[in-house]
């Protein structure tokens, strides 16, 4: 197959999750839902953090922060794969896919450094109670946010600048519903080393160092709550981490089942099926961990409801007013 002109690439064919037809509208449907329920349950984590002073923490500011990449991530990729099911279209132009395939980078990279910051934070609450509010202080929660956002945005666009001098054969077609690093590398005709090279090289430092960090955290805050004397204290302590370990054990555990089932099947398809669990799914979900088992999230969301139904109420008292 004759490598042709990087120029002339003007557009890739997404192939999505199933190219049956009788399976279009249901996943529509499915896909739909999925990402209302992500945007409305992340927003109002946004809305509740927010609007509560007594929220205003450490904690609640990675959260919300995590939230709105959330909604980020998931709109990098699902609005492209509605949008398409619902047109019985497949195409993405050339520079739609570049952008995708960017911001999915970055929000990606964005989540698992956030968590990593998470468990810094959970660790110093934990293990240095007394010196939590010194060594978490504002400047130091709002760098650690712009550090990894700087890290993300240089990563993403150090890929995205190595895929954009790759050319590529005339098969253009993705099996995936979004564009991909290692599908679009896979489609190129010319030399890809140096693109597999720096995503090996980069592997380790941002692959394994935020889950080192991570684990080495709750390591230390294992050994802290072990040798708390108190069974209350213990479980006050847990409690402050379980939300947290719970997002931490679906991001990774949903990212070694998408490398599993592609090492297992070979079948690109069902990668892409399986990485609907990260992509989606667990952004999905994260509103709801955080705020089931926690009262200050449950408090601020009842407090922004009643004051909705209020505001209501006073703009519908207002409109009967002659």
Known sequence: MEPGNLTSVSEFLLLGLSEEPELQPLLFGLFLSMYLITVLGNLLMILAVSSDPHLHTPM?????????????????????MLLNI???????????????????????????????VMAYDRFVAICHPLHYTAIMHPQLCGLLVLVSWIISVLISLLHSLLV????????????????????????????????????????????????????????????????MSSAQGKYKAFSACASHLLVVSLFYCSMLGVYISSAVSHSSR??????????????MLNPFIYSLRNKDIKGALERVFRLTGIQRTIILRLKKCP
């Not at 609640?60 to 492209?80: G, R």
């Open 164 to 227: 954009l001098r790759l050319s590529f054969c005339t098969a253009l077609e993705i099996p995936h519903y979004f564009c991909e690093l290692n599908q679009m590398i896979q489609l190129a005709c010319s030399d890809t080393f140096l693109n597999d090279l720096v995503i090996y090289f980069l592997l380790a430092p941002l692959g394994g160092g935020p889950l080192a960090g991570i684990l080495y955290s709750y390591s230390k805050i294992v050994c802290c709550i072990r040798a």
């Open 270 to 283: 069902s990668r892409a099926t399986a990485s609907v669990m990260y992509t989606v799914v667990t952004p």
């Open 86 to 116: 619902q047109t019985q279209s497949k195409v993405i132009t050339y520079e739609g896919c570049i952008t995708q395939m960017f911001f999915f980078a970055l929000f990606i990279l964005l989540d698992d450094l956030l968590l990593t």
């Open 60 to 80: 609640y500011f990675f959260l919300s922060n995590l939230s709105f990449v959330d909604i980020c991530f998931t709109s990098t990729t699902v609005p492209k």
